[in-house]
Protein backbone atom coordinates (compact mmCIF):
# COMPACT_ATOMS: atom_id res chain seq x y z
CA UNK A 1 0.00 0.00 0.00
CA UNK A 2 1.08 3.78 -0.67
CA UNK A 3 2.48 5.32 1.91
CA UNK A 4 1.09 8.29 0.82
CA UNK A 5 -2.60 7.36 1.21
CA UNK A 6 -1.48 4.99 4.76
CA UNK A 7 -0.46 8.63 5.68
CA UNK A 8 -3.84 10.39 4.64
CA UNK A 9 -5.57 7.81 6.23
CA UNK A 10 -4.51 7.82 9.55
CA UNK A 11 -4.98 11.45 9.63
CA UNK A 12 -8.62 11.58 8.36
CA UNK A 13 -9.38 9.09 11.04
CA UNK A 14 -7.73 11.04 14.23
CA UNK A 15 -9.37 14.22 12.60
CA UNK A 16 -13.10 12.72 12.42
CA UNK A 17 -11.67 11.23 16.69
CA UNK A 18 -11.27 14.92 17.05
CA UNK A 19 -14.52 16.28 15.76
CA UNK A 20 -16.67 13.46 17.24
CA UNK A 21 -15.00 14.23 20.75
CA UNK A 22 -15.17 17.64 20.30
CA UNK A 23 -18.68 17.71 19.63
CA UNK A 24 -19.66 15.11 22.19
CA UNK A 25 -21.85 16.78 25.40
CA UNK A 26 -20.64 14.68 28.03
CA UNK A 27 -23.50 13.97 30.79
CA UNK A 28 -23.04 15.52 34.86
CA UNK A 29 -21.39 13.29 37.25
CA UNK A 30 -23.60 13.59 39.87
CA UNK A 31 -21.18 11.24 42.31
CA UNK A 32 -20.67 12.44 45.92
CA UNK A 33 -17.22 12.63 45.63
CA UNK A 34 -16.36 14.86 48.51
CA UNK A 35 -12.90 15.18 46.83
CA UNK A 36 -11.21 18.42 46.92
CA UNK A 37 -9.59 17.89 43.36
CA UNK A 38 -12.83 16.92 41.67
CA UNK A 39 -15.33 19.93 40.02
CA UNK A 40 -18.00 17.72 40.03
CA UNK A 41 -21.04 19.11 41.53
CA UNK A 42 -20.38 17.32 44.92
CA UNK A 43 -16.62 17.63 44.95
CA UNK A 44 -15.18 20.15 47.44
CA UNK A 45 -12.57 21.65 44.94
CA UNK A 46 -14.22 25.18 45.40
CA UNK A 47 -14.43 24.67 49.26
CA UNK A 48 -10.92 24.29 49.37
CA UNK A 49 -9.43 26.99 46.77
CA UNK A 50 -11.81 29.27 49.03
CA UNK A 51 -10.12 28.47 52.76
CA UNK A 52 -8.05 30.99 52.83
CA UNK A 53 -10.54 33.65 51.88
CA UNK A 54 -12.70 32.15 54.41
CA UNK A 55 -10.83 31.95 57.61
CA UNK A 56 -8.30 35.29 56.29
CA UNK A 57 -4.88 35.65 55.78
CA UNK A 58 -3.84 35.33 59.47
CA UNK A 59 -5.07 31.93 59.48
CA UNK A 60 -2.50 29.22 58.40
CA UNK A 61 -3.96 26.20 56.65
CA UNK A 62 -2.53 23.01 55.45
CA UNK A 63 -3.61 20.04 53.89
CA UNK A 64 -2.50 16.23 55.55
CA UNK A 65 0.43 14.72 54.30
CA UNK A 66 -0.87 11.18 55.25
CA UNK A 67 -3.70 8.92 54.74
CA UNK A 68 -6.51 9.94 57.25
CA UNK A 69 -5.84 6.67 59.88
CA UNK A 70 -1.89 8.24 59.87
CA UNK A 71 -3.11 11.80 60.44
CA UNK A 72 -4.86 10.47 63.37
CA UNK A 73 -2.69 8.11 65.25
CA UNK A 74 -0.27 11.04 65.12
CA UNK A 75 -2.43 13.43 66.32
CA UNK A 76 -0.98 12.80 70.15
CA UNK A 77 2.03 14.33 68.95
CA UNK A 78 0.68 17.51 67.92
CA UNK A 79 1.80 19.16 71.22
CA UNK A 80 0.34 22.89 69.57
CA UNK A 81 -3.21 22.04 70.53
CA UNK A 82 -3.67 25.70 68.72
CA UNK A 83 -4.94 23.47 65.94
CA UNK A 84 -8.02 22.65 64.31
CA UNK A 85 -9.10 19.74 62.01
CA UNK A 86 -11.79 19.72 59.16
CA UNK A 87 -13.10 16.81 57.77
CA UNK A 88 -15.94 16.60 55.45
CA UNK A 89 -16.95 13.44 53.59
CA UNK A 90 -20.07 11.35 53.38
CA UNK A 91 -19.75 8.78 56.24
CA UNK A 92 -17.64 8.93 59.24
CA UNK A 93 -16.01 6.02 59.75
CA UNK A 94 -12.72 6.22 61.76
CA UNK A 95 -13.77 3.03 63.90
CA UNK A 96 -12.74 2.53 67.48
CA UNK A 97 -8.88 2.58 67.56
CA UNK A 98 -8.37 5.32 65.26
CA UNK A 99 -10.75 7.57 67.47
CA UNK A 100 -8.92 7.22 70.32
CA UNK A 101 -6.06 9.71 69.62
CA UNK A 102 -8.40 12.18 68.06
CA UNK A 103 -10.43 12.08 71.35
CA UNK A 104 -6.95 12.76 73.20
CA UNK A 105 -5.86 15.55 70.96
CA UNK A 106 -9.67 17.32 71.30
CA UNK A 107 -9.31 16.46 74.77
CA UNK A 108 -6.33 18.68 75.01
CA UNK A 109 -7.44 21.82 73.58
CA UNK A 110 -7.37 21.21 70.42
CA UNK A 111 -10.97 21.44 67.75
CA UNK A 112 -12.55 19.11 65.00
CA UNK A 113 -14.85 19.83 62.73
CA UNK A 114 -16.50 16.89 61.11
CA UNK A 115 -19.50 16.96 58.46
CA UNK A 116 -20.74 13.98 57.65
CA UNK A 117 -23.91 11.94 57.16
CA UNK A 118 -23.36 9.71 59.88
CA UNK A 119 -20.82 10.57 62.55
CA UNK A 120 -19.09 7.65 64.24
CA UNK A 121 -21.23 5.63 67.00
CA UNK A 122 -18.55 5.53 69.04
CA UNK A 123 -17.94 8.92 69.44
CA UNK A 124 -21.94 9.41 69.57
CA UNK A 125 -22.04 7.64 72.64
CA UNK A 126 -18.88 9.30 73.91
CA UNK A 127 -19.73 12.79 73.89
CA UNK A 128 -23.35 11.66 75.07
CA UNK A 129 -25.40 12.10 71.50
CA UNK A 130 -27.79 10.66 69.82
CA UNK A 131 -28.67 10.35 65.58
CA UNK A 132 -30.93 9.16 63.58
CA UNK A 133 -32.40 9.69 60.06
CA UNK A 134 -35.34 11.89 59.39
CA UNK A 135 -38.55 9.69 59.44
CA UNK A 136 -40.07 9.28 55.47
CA UNK A 137 -43.61 8.84 57.38
CA UNK A 138 -43.51 11.83 59.28
CA UNK A 139 -41.71 14.26 57.34
CA UNK A 140 -41.60 13.34 53.85
CA UNK A 141 -38.26 14.49 53.55
CA UNK A 142 -36.88 15.75 50.34
CA UNK A 143 -34.66 18.54 48.61
CA UNK A 144 -38.21 20.74 48.01
CA UNK A 145 -38.92 20.72 51.14
CA UNK A 146 -35.88 20.44 53.91
CA UNK A 147 -34.56 23.63 54.47
CA UNK A 148 -31.19 24.88 56.92
CA UNK A 149 -30.32 27.38 58.87
CA UNK A 150 -28.03 28.39 61.06
CA UNK A 151 -28.19 29.80 64.80
CA UNK A 152 -29.01 33.41 65.08
CA UNK A 153 -29.33 33.80 60.92
CA UNK A 154 -32.76 34.47 59.51
CA UNK A 155 -31.29 33.14 55.84
CA UNK A 156 -32.49 29.51 54.93
CA UNK A 157 -30.94 27.89 52.48
CA UNK A 158 -31.90 24.45 50.33
CA UNK A 159 -29.72 21.49 48.81
CA UNK A 160 -30.59 20.15 45.74
CA UNK A 161 -30.34 16.54 44.39
CA UNK A 162 -29.69 15.86 48.43
CA UNK A 163 -31.94 12.76 49.36
CA UNK A 164 -30.42 11.67 52.57
CA UNK A 165 -31.20 13.83 55.93
CA UNK A 166 -30.01 13.08 59.55
CA UNK A 167 -30.90 15.08 62.70
CA UNK A 168 -29.23 14.80 66.26
CA UNK A 169 -32.01 13.68 68.54
CA UNK A 170 -30.37 13.44 71.98
CA UNK A 171 -27.81 16.59 73.01
CA UNK A 172 -26.19 16.84 76.37
CA UNK A 173 -27.73 20.57 77.85
CA UNK A 174 -23.99 20.56 79.94
CA UNK A 175 -21.72 20.58 77.16
CA UNK A 176 -23.55 21.13 73.78
CA UNK A 177 -24.59 23.90 72.06
CA UNK A 178 -26.96 24.21 68.94
CA UNK A 179 -25.29 25.86 65.77
CA UNK A 180 -27.45 24.91 62.77
CA UNK A 181 -31.23 23.67 62.62
CA UNK A 182 -32.72 21.55 59.55
CA UNK A 183 -36.42 22.14 59.36
CA UNK A 184 -39.03 20.16 57.87
CA UNK A 185 -43.03 20.41 57.95
CA UNK A 186 -42.77 23.32 60.18
CA UNK A 187 -40.63 20.95 62.68
CA UNK A 188 -37.06 22.06 63.91
CA UNK A 189 -34.20 19.96 64.66
CA UNK A 190 -30.46 20.17 64.96
CA UNK A 191 -27.92 18.81 62.13
CA UNK A 192 -24.99 21.83 63.86
CA UNK A 193 -23.91 21.40 67.01
CA UNK A 194 -21.07 22.11 69.20
CA UNK A 195 -20.01 19.82 71.69
CA UNK A 196 -17.64 20.95 74.48
CA UNK A 197 -14.57 17.83 75.47
CA UNK A 198 -11.85 18.31 77.94
CA UNK A 199 -10.07 21.79 76.87
CA UNK A 200 -11.23 21.67 73.57
CA UNK A 201 -14.19 21.38 71.08
CA UNK A 202 -16.28 18.84 68.84
CA UNK A 203 -18.30 20.57 65.91
CA UNK A 204 -20.53 17.63 64.00
CA UNK A 205 -22.73 18.53 61.40
CA UNK A 206 -24.75 16.52 59.65
CA UNK A 207 -25.65 17.98 55.97
CA UNK A 208 -21.61 17.34 53.98
CA UNK A 209 -23.64 18.38 50.64
CA UNK A 210 -23.78 22.05 52.09
CA UNK A 211 -19.92 22.09 51.19
CA UNK A 212 -19.67 20.74 47.63
CA UNK A 213 -19.10 22.91 44.48
CA UNK A 214 -23.15 22.78 43.41
CA UNK A 215 -24.12 24.82 47.10
CA UNK A 216 -20.65 27.05 46.88
CA UNK A 217 -21.29 28.74 43.93
CA UNK A 218 -24.64 30.46 44.88
CA UNK A 219 -24.49 33.13 47.27
CA UNK A 220 -26.82 31.50 49.91
CA UNK A 221 -24.77 28.55 50.12
CA UNK A 222 -21.19 30.08 50.01
CA UNK A 223 -22.73 32.44 53.15
CA UNK A 224 -24.41 29.99 54.71
CA UNK A 225 -20.87 27.13 54.39
CA UNK A 226 -18.27 30.16 55.00
CA UNK A 227 -20.38 31.27 58.29
CA UNK A 228 -20.71 27.74 59.38
CA UNK A 229 -16.86 27.16 59.09
CA UNK A 230 -15.94 30.20 60.64
CA UNK A 231 -17.08 28.53 64.23
CA UNK A 232 -13.63 27.14 64.06
CA UNK A 233 -11.12 29.94 66.49
CA UNK A 234 -7.93 27.92 66.00
CA UNK A 235 -5.20 29.27 63.99
CA UNK A 236 -3.59 26.58 62.85
CA UNK A 237 -6.06 23.91 60.10
CA UNK A 238 -5.60 20.70 59.00
CA UNK A 239 -7.94 19.77 56.06
CA UNK A 240 -8.77 16.01 56.37
CA UNK A 241 -7.00 15.05 52.63
CA UNK A 242 -9.57 11.62 52.88
CA UNK A 243 -8.24 10.83 49.33
CA UNK A 244 -4.40 11.35 49.69
CA UNK A 245 -3.54 8.12 48.71
CA UNK A 246 -5.77 7.18 45.49
CA UNK A 247 -5.38 10.14 43.81
CA UNK A 248 -1.26 11.51 43.81
CA UNK A 249 -0.34 10.11 41.19
CA UNK A 250 2.96 8.31 40.87
CA UNK A 251 3.48 8.27 36.95
CA UNK A 252 6.41 9.92 34.94
CA UNK A 253 3.77 11.02 32.24
CA UNK A 254 1.19 12.52 35.70
CA UNK A 255 1.75 16.03 34.24
CA UNK A 256 1.45 15.26 30.03
CA UNK A 257 -1.96 12.80 31.78
CA UNK A 258 -3.29 15.91 34.10
CA UNK A 259 -3.99 18.41 30.90
CA UNK A 260 -6.76 17.51 28.61
CA UNK A 261 -4.80 18.56 25.73
CA UNK A 262 -1.60 16.84 26.54
CA UNK A 263 -3.52 13.49 27.90
CA UNK A 264 -5.29 13.50 23.90
CA UNK A 265 -2.13 14.28 22.24
CA UNK A 266 -0.49 11.26 24.04
CA UNK A 267 -3.04 8.51 23.20
CA UNK A 268 -3.39 10.25 19.33
CA UNK A 269 0.07 9.26 19.28
CA UNK A 270 -0.19 5.88 20.58
CA UNK A 271 -3.00 5.41 18.45
CA UNK A 272 -0.75 6.50 15.48
CA UNK A 273 2.07 4.22 16.60
CA UNK A 274 -0.39 1.47 16.57
CA UNK A 275 -1.46 1.38 12.88
CA UNK A 276 2.23 1.82 12.11
CA UNK A 277 2.97 -1.27 13.77
CA UNK A 278 -0.04 -2.86 12.36
CA UNK A 279 0.36 -2.02 8.59
CA UNK A 280 4.40 -2.59 9.15
CA UNK A 281 3.87 -6.51 10.76
CA UNK A 282 1.87 -7.34 7.60
CA UNK A 283 4.76 -7.28 5.24
CA UNK A 284 7.56 -8.09 7.49
CA UNK A 285 6.49 -10.72 10.17
CA UNK A 286 6.40 -13.90 9.36
CA UNK A 287 3.72 -16.59 9.63
CA UNK A 288 3.17 -17.39 13.64
CA UNK A 289 2.36 -20.72 14.48
CA UNK A 290 -1.20 -20.78 17.02
CA UNK A 291 -1.11 -21.73 19.97
CA UNK A 292 -4.43 -22.96 21.47
CA UNK A 293 -4.76 -21.66 24.92
CA UNK A 294 -5.04 -24.48 27.71
CA UNK A 295 -9.02 -25.44 28.32
CA UNK A 296 -10.50 -23.18 31.38
CA UNK A 297 -11.15 -26.52 34.42
CA UNK A 298 -12.30 -24.38 36.83
CA UNK A 299 -16.19 -25.02 36.81
CA UNK A 300 -14.91 -29.18 36.28
CA UNK A 301 -12.27 -28.83 39.37
CA UNK A 302 -15.32 -26.54 41.63
CA UNK A 303 -17.61 -29.75 40.96
CA UNK A 304 -15.20 -32.32 41.82
CA UNK A 305 -14.75 -30.55 44.92
CA UNK A 306 -18.25 -30.38 45.59
CA UNK A 307 -18.95 -34.26 45.05
CA UNK A 308 -16.03 -34.85 47.48
CA UNK A 309 -17.55 -32.57 49.63
CA UNK A 310 -21.08 -34.23 49.56
CA UNK A 311 -19.86 -37.73 49.69
CA UNK A 312 -17.80 -37.37 52.70
CA UNK A 313 -21.24 -36.51 54.59
CA UNK A 314 -19.60 -33.29 55.78
CA UNK A 315 -22.07 -30.26 54.60
CA UNK A 316 -20.58 -28.06 56.96
CA UNK A 317 -17.71 -27.42 55.24
CA UNK A 318 -19.93 -26.96 52.30
CA UNK A 319 -21.53 -23.99 54.05
CA UNK A 320 -18.71 -22.44 55.72
CA UNK A 321 -16.68 -22.04 52.77
CA UNK A 322 -19.86 -20.50 50.65
CA UNK A 323 -19.94 -18.03 53.89
CA UNK A 324 -16.03 -17.34 53.16
CA UNK A 325 -16.39 -16.86 49.52
CA UNK A 326 -19.28 -14.29 50.19
CA UNK A 327 -17.82 -12.54 52.55
CA UNK A 328 -14.82 -12.46 50.78
CA UNK A 329 -16.43 -10.97 47.92
CA UNK A 330 -18.60 -8.19 50.22
CA UNK A 331 -15.12 -6.94 51.42
CA UNK A 332 -13.11 -7.28 47.42
CA UNK A 333 -16.28 -5.28 45.68
CA UNK A 334 -17.30 -3.04 48.55
CA UNK A 335 -14.45 -2.52 50.73
CA UNK A 336 -16.65 -3.22 53.83
CA UNK A 337 -14.99 -4.99 57.02
CA UNK A 338 -17.10 -7.82 57.51
CA UNK A 339 -16.00 -8.79 61.32
CA UNK A 340 -19.22 -7.42 62.96
CA UNK A 341 -22.07 -8.80 60.87
CA UNK A 342 -25.16 -7.77 62.69
CA UNK A 343 -23.76 -4.53 63.15
CA UNK A 344 -26.90 -1.63 62.40
CA UNK A 345 -23.81 0.48 60.42
CA UNK A 346 -22.45 -2.36 58.25
CA UNK A 347 -25.68 -3.51 57.39
CA UNK A 348 -27.18 0.02 56.44
CA UNK A 349 -23.49 0.72 54.45
CA UNK A 350 -24.19 -2.76 52.46
CA UNK A 351 -27.95 -2.59 51.96
CA UNK A 352 -26.78 1.11 50.18
CA UNK A 353 -23.65 0.02 48.33
CA UNK A 354 -25.82 -2.97 47.11
CA UNK A 355 -29.12 -1.92 46.25
CA UNK A 356 -30.63 -4.29 47.91
CA UNK A 357 -33.08 -3.17 50.66
CA UNK A 358 -31.89 -3.30 54.32
CA UNK A 359 -34.42 -5.77 55.23
CA UNK A 360 -33.56 -8.75 52.80
CA UNK A 361 -30.00 -8.06 53.45
CA UNK A 362 -30.27 -8.05 57.47
CA UNK A 363 -31.71 -11.42 56.55
CA UNK A 364 -29.49 -12.95 55.06
CA UNK A 365 -26.92 -11.99 57.38
CA UNK A 366 -28.74 -13.00 60.73
CA UNK A 367 -28.60 -16.59 58.70
CA UNK A 368 -25.36 -16.33 57.88
CA UNK A 369 -24.58 -15.27 61.49
CA UNK A 370 -26.23 -18.34 63.20
CA UNK A 371 -24.67 -20.95 60.58
CA UNK A 372 -21.30 -19.72 61.64
CA UNK A 373 -21.95 -20.39 65.43
CA UNK A 374 -23.89 -24.46 64.66
CA UNK A 375 -21.46 -27.07 64.63
CA UNK A 376 -24.37 -29.49 62.56
CA UNK A 377 -25.44 -30.03 58.97
CA UNK A 378 -27.83 -30.92 56.39
CA UNK A 379 -27.91 -31.07 52.57
CA UNK A 380 -30.89 -28.83 53.55
CA UNK A 381 -28.85 -26.09 55.20
CA UNK A 382 -26.45 -26.35 52.27
CA UNK A 383 -29.16 -25.80 49.71
CA UNK A 384 -30.71 -22.70 51.98
CA UNK A 385 -27.57 -21.27 52.33
CA UNK A 386 -26.62 -21.28 48.55
CA UNK A 387 -30.06 -20.01 47.60
CA UNK A 388 -29.90 -17.01 49.99
CA UNK A 389 -26.52 -15.89 48.98
CA UNK A 390 -27.18 -16.61 45.32
CA UNK A 391 -30.12 -14.55 45.18
CA UNK A 392 -28.11 -11.44 46.93
CA UNK A 393 -25.64 -11.63 44.54
CA UNK A 394 -27.79 -11.68 41.59
CA UNK A 395 -29.51 -8.55 43.02
CA UNK A 396 -26.34 -6.95 43.53
CA UNK A 397 -24.43 -7.90 40.41
CA UNK A 398 -21.79 -9.28 42.28
CA UNK A 399 -19.83 -11.79 39.73
Known sequence: ????????????????????????????????????????????????????????AERKINDTEDATYEEIERLDSLKAYNTALIDILDYGTYGDTKMEP??????????????????????????????????????????KNVMYSLAGDTARIRLEKVTDFTVFTKLNSKNCTILGNLHARGRVMPNFIKVSFGKGYFFLHTSPSVFTNYNMLTESGYHYSSKALQVVTHKNIRWIDNYYDSSVSR???RVVLSQSGFRQAWYLLLVGLLLLLIFKSKREQRAVKIFRPEPNLSRDFAKTIGTLYYENGKPGNIVLKKIDYFLYAIRNSYQLETLELMNPEFIRQLSRKSGVEIAETQSLLTHIDQYRRRETFTVEDVKLINYIIENFKSKANII
Open 251 to 253: SPL
Open 1 to 56: MNKGIIIAFIIIVLGGIALIDAGTRRPINWTPTFDQRDKVPFGLYVLHQELSSIFG
Open 102 to 143: LLKFVHGGGEAFISTLYVDEWLLDTLGVAQEELRYSIFFPSD
